[in-house]
């Protein structure tokens, strides 16, 4: 079992850079496939990004393409999403989750979640 627990929402201009950090407790985080998923106000959670077992392998949402970076650092136990050029658009709730299967864009998938921190991206 892994718990996660988010940081480094925040407010931040159009334009602007946020880095989301998600700690995870318990020895065997690197056998984890890790994800940043993201819901707004009134919409669905959707994903955003993903990173395999070694950090070798990533994925990302159409729509953060080129934009954010997902990393993970397995000796410290963290994930983190480097978020730059943000649009108001981009504002959400951004939730960190964890599966031990394969990658995923669906959120059904993941076993376990974060409690959420909030971005918020002014124009």
């Known amino acids: 079992q892994v718990h996660l627990v988010e940081s480094g929402g925040g407010l931040v201009q159009a334009g602007g850079s946020l880095r989301l950090s998600c700690a995870a407790s318990g020895r065997t985080f690197s056998s984890y496939i890790t994800g940043w998923f993201r819901q707004g106000p009134g919409k669905e959670r959707a994903f955003v990004a993903a990173?395999?077992?070694?950090?070798?392998?990533?994925y990302y949402a159409d729509s953060v393409k080129g934009r954010f970076t997902i990393s993970r650092d397995n000796a410290k136990n963290t994930v983190y999403l480097q978020m730059n050029s943000l649009k108001p658009e981009d504002t959400a709730v951004y939730y960190c989750?964890?599966?031990?299967?394969?990658?995923?864009?669906?959120?059904?998938?993941?076993?376990?979640w974060g409690q959420g921190t909030q971005v918020t991206v002014s124009s």
């Open positions: 990173i395999n077992r070694s950090g070798g392998s990533t």
């Open positions: 989750a964890a599966n031990l299967g394969r990658h995923s864009p669906y959120p059904e998938h993941y076993d376990y």
